[in-house]
């Protein structure tokens, strides 16, 4: 597990209105679990690319056993870096919240919230930790950056600043909690985990870490 500074004055994204400003209004503690290089990665077993392809579940439909793999693959992760960023912290628990899929929660199959389902086994299991993995749910359908590029993002918008709050239930349960906010992928510039770290901040939430399973090389 890596640690870094989500910056504020990187966080540069488009407004619905037109123009740019920032998503994210102070920086932010993060954790990722490994590199995410792309490529052909995602055909190859027991790598991060494969792990996060394998949970997405949308490209490629997996059976059964290699759903059950990554979710034990995942359990050891989980169990090894949550510790460790609590300890980091300082903090003596913290709300585990999970970044909704893009699309609206009753769009995805129960084989497809499986990345969720496991952190919530996982949150569940250790001392320190709150279960807040159904705080933010998604309504309204966002673009799925990842298939976007290749023009299968399907409907909804791509990222903007307050797409979080447009577009998803926050429950009030974060106010005044220490949140560790979980994703499967941080890709700097894209600014879907800034802006939902901001959207949890202006909910209430009294501090907000971030962590991710997979960390895209980054060019910038």
């Not at 909704?100 to 250790?126: D, F, G, M």
Request: proline share 2%; aromatic share 6%.
């Amino acid at each position: 597990m890596e640690q870094f500074v989500i910056q504020s004055r990187t966080s540069l994204c488009r407004k619905r209105e037109g123009g740019v400003e920032k998503a994210l209004k102070q920086d932010i503690i993060a954790f990722y679990h490994g590199d995410y290089q792309g490529g052909g990665n995602w055909r190859v077993p027991g790598t991060i690319e494969n792990l996060i392809c394998t949970f997405k579940n949308d490209i490629t439909t997996y059976p059964q056993q290699i759903l059950n793999n990554a979710i034990n693959k995942l359990t050891q992760i989980l169990k090894v870096d949550l510790p460790e960023i609590l300890r980091l912290s300082g903090k003596q628990n913290l709300r585990v919240c999970v970044i909704p899929r893009s699309k609206r929660e009753n769009s995805y199959r129960c084989n497809q919230l499986y990345l969720r389902a496991t952190i919530q086994l996982v949150t569940q299991q250790l001392n320190g930790f709150i279960d807040g993995t159904h705080d933010i749910i998604r309504h309204t359908d966002t673009a799925t950056t990842h298939l976007a590029r290749s023009g299968h993002g399907g409907a909804g918008e791509l990222p903007y600043v307050g797409i979080t709050k447009d577009t998803c239930n926050i429950s009030d349960d974060v106010i005044g909690q220490d949140v560790l906010l979980i994703d499967d992928l941080y890709t700097k510039t894209v600014n879907i985990d800034e802006d939902c770290i901001q959207a949890l901040l202006d909910k209430g939430a009294r501090s907000v870490i971030f962590y991710s399973i997979g960390k895209t090389l980054s060019r910038f």
